[in-house]
Every structure is written in C-alpha cells, then in structure tokens.
T-cell receptor, first 116, second 112 residues
C-alpha cells in the first residue's frame, strides 16, 4: 500500500515553455503532499507543502509564481514549472502522507527535468 | 550552519565490513528521525526510523542521542547491494504541516 505515482519520469523542454508534473496517491487519500527539488550531488530541498483545497506553503527562496502548485483533490497534486530556464533543470520529487501517520512520507519516483 | 549535517563520504569498504555513519542536527525541536536510502537517479526510500532507545533491523542498527543531537547508522556484514547514498532525515513541525529536512547524504561503495 501507500503507492505514489509521479508522471512524467523524464521531460526535456525548450527554454521558456511550461512543464506540468503530476503526483498521484494511488491507494490512499493524501491530505498533504510535498514537492522537493534535488540538484546533482546535493540533498533534497523542500520547495512547498501542499494541502488539499488550500494554497500551498512555499519554502523561503522558492518563487510561488514560477512553481505553481495545485492540489485540487485528495489524490492529485500538480507542480507546473512556468517559463522554464536551464537553471530549473533538476530532479523534482513529490511525496505524500497518510492522515494517520503524518511522520511518514511516501515518495514518487521523481521527474528529471532538462531545459534546453 | 546546515540543519542536518552528514559526512559526504564516499565510504569505500569491502564486502562483509562494518561501516558507521554519523549525523548531527541543529534544531532541538526536531520530533522524529529517519535514515533513508537513495540509489542513483532514484527517489529516497525509507530504511528505518530512529528511536532514542536504539533500534535494529537485521544488519542495520540506528541510534539517537537527543542531548547531543546526534544520529548514527551502523551497517554490519556489508553487501554489494548496500552501495547507495544514505540520507539522515529529521522531521519537524513547519508552518502548516510536519516537514522533512534531509541531510546531503553519505555515499557508500561496497566492493567485492
């Protein structure tokens, strides 16, 4: 149980385009989902916390207008990287928590974004 | 100062060796602690939670010292498949939810 699906797994796009990444909890309802970014040889950095039906809470230094997060249902959150630039190339990972075990996060397989 | 600090390694050990990783965290309000494992270009996967009393899962033993804000992971009888990056992770209360703070990871290479 507690499977999180993330799509796409890899995307290549041109500079200036927008890219949407989906994160789905397949067999549970996730009231909270998290979005992380990981640059090569660095740790995962939390970008934002997303609660179903409310605005996401962004970490300091993360531009909310550039990284749009929508969490419209208990099983789906999306991250849209708007007007992507090469410096946005990174590994983006989502996670979700069960209501009953808030300390445990279940991770999606990640999306590797390459902006040309 | 980073909130969670780890020795980046790499630790290069032969099969069968015992290896220990250390981690320190800066926020005394941290509530729970974990070790995750991350393979190259993959998502992190939970290895084990860490409790003050110390806990063991097969070849893996984790220890927490709240007074020193120090966490450790011991791997006995290393296998080739243990090669990965080990992430020390701390869970703390954020503005709207609990959030995980990841260390930068310690890389382990187990050689034949």
């Amino acid at each position: 149980g507690a499977v999180v699906s993330q799509h796409p797994s890899w995307v290549i796009c041109k500079s200036g385009t927008s890219v949407k990444i989906e994160c789905r909890s397949l067999d549970f309802q996730a009231t909270t989902m998290f979005w992380y970014r990981q640059f090569p040889k660095q740790s995962l950095m939390l970008m934002a916390t997303s609660n179903e039906g409310s605005k996401a809470t962004y970490e300091q230094g993360v531009e909310k207008d550039k990284f749009l997060i929508n969490h419209a249902s208990l099983t789906l959150s999306t991250l849209t990287v708007t007007s992507a630039h090469p410096e946005d190339s990174s590994f983006y990972i989502c996670s979700a928590t069960l209501t009953s075990t808030k300390n445990i996060q279940y991770f999606g397989a990640g999306t590797r974004l390459s902006v040309l | 100062r980073k909130e969670v600090e780890q020795d980046p390694g790499p630790f290069n050990v032969p099969e069968g060796a015992t290896v220990a990783f250390n981690c320190t965290y800066s926020n005394s309000a941290s509530q729970s602690f974990f070790w995750y494992r991350q393979d190259c270009r993959k998502e992190p996967k939970l290895l084990m939670s860490v409790y003050s009393s110390g806990n063991e899962d097969g070849r893996f033993t984790a220890q927490l010292n709240r007074a020193s804000q120090y966490i450790s992971l011991l791997i006995r009888d290393s296998k080739l498949s243990d090669s990965a990056t080990y992430l020390c992770v701390v869970n703390m209360r954020g503005d709207s939810s609990y959030k995980l703070i990841f260390g930068s990871g310690t890389r382990l290479l187990v050689r034949p």
